[in-house]
């Protein structure tokens, strides 16, 4: 009814290995091949890195940034001090607001390279797209080669048909309904 083939795929990774054996059933959204994610997994490991420093960065500027600051003056007649609050400078609320901004623009860079690198480590696990069975699998890939290969095969055997031809001498020793014996590559032993 239908069938999947997980050919190797070189730009995921320089090694794949399968996680299902001949004869194996799978179901849709089960795994069928895991590339090597060593170096996919250190990349998302940096990117989450890099966005949780510009998360800490945010914070800090936020929490620390700018602030009003006090004086204090004593006065000299009287002796009494005197405390007056100061709002920050124009210059210093636009520098910080400009902080602010480049923080906030560098946070969705970060984001989107996190993003990214997750996609990326998605795809080193490659899943099945249908309900079936394992019908061939390829332990032995050959990362260089130029030509597809196989890494593993999925099919549905729920309304399989076989085609063949039949001598005229085969035809006269059959008859509708008699039980017949067919030899396949996929099983060999059925």
Do not use: C, W
Not at 78 to 101: D, I, K, M, R
Not at 110 to 137: F, H, P, R, Y
């Amino acid at each position: 009814m239908s069938e999947q083939y997980v050919y190797f795929d070189s730009s995921k990774g320089s090694s794949a290995t399968p996680t299902v054996s001949v004869g194996d059933e799978v179901v849709k959204g089960q795994q069928l091949v895991q590339y090597d994610k060593t170096t996919t997994q250190a990349a998302y490991d940096t990117a989450v890195r890099n966005l949780n420093k510009v998360g800490r960065q945010i914070n800090n500027l936020t929490t620390y940034g700018i602030s009003p600051t006090t004086q204090t003056s004593t006065d000299e007649e009287t002796g009494e001090t005197q405390t007056t609050t100061v709002a920050p400078s124009a210059q210093a609320v636009t520098s910080y607001n400009q902080q602010l901004q480049d923080l906030n623009d560098n946070y969705a860079d970060a984001q989107a390279e996190v993003n990214k690198a997750q996609e990326a480590l998605n795809q080193t696990i490659i899943l099945s797209d249908i309900d079936g069975k394992v019908v061939e699998v390829n332990q032995s890939i050959d990362p260089s080669s130029k030509s597809s290969q196989t890494i593993v095969h999925v099919a549905t055997e729920g309304q399989l048909q076989i085609q063949g031809t039949l001598s005229e001498y085969d035809l006269a020793n059959i008859h509708p309904g008699e039980e017949v014996k067919i030899k396949s590559k996929v099983y060999p032993d059925k």
